[in-house]
């Protein structure tokens, strides 16, 4: 199986990942509030197409597979990963804009520090261990 495609949406996953980290940790929400929001709503698009991927071709092709390491693997990470997507959404409708970002700028900084954090381990993960079950 080829899975370059899905490294290559990591990278542009993590310099979208990089950027959120850069900017907040300016500490300076009233001049990086409208580009951390422009961040967010760029990681949504690039986040939905790739996990949207993974769940309809990839996890299901690894479920498939005759090497019971890559299936059990592909189960467990589902199960531990598997909402992701749904926990990154109400961060995005949380503080996809400046005002909301500004309107809980403590609590900004608490969720995006976990999100950031969930979605770099998620692809560590993958690449370290069942990626390379498959290569």
Do not use: W
């Amino acid at each position: 199986m080829e899975l370059k495609h899905y490294m290559d949406q990591h990278e542009r996953i993590l310099e979208e990942l990089n950027v959120l980290k850069a900017l907040c940790k300016k500490r300076d929400l009233e001049q990086e509030a409208a580009e951390i929001a422009l961040h967010i709503n760029s990681l949504a698009g690039k986040l939905k197409i790739h996990l949207s991927s993974e769940d309809q071709y990839l996890y299901p092709s690894f479920l498939q597979s005759n090497d019971n390491k890559l299936v059990t693997m592909a189960n467990e990470y589902q199960k531990e990963m598997g909402n992701l997507m749904s926990v990154f959404t109400e961060f995005k409708e949380g503080f996809n804009t400046k005002f909301k970002i500004m309107a809980e700028k403590d609590r900004f900084y608490i969720e995006a520090d976990k999100i950031i954090r969930a979605i770099e381990m998620r692809m560590q993960k993958e690449e370290n261990d069942l990626y390379r079950l498959v290569k």
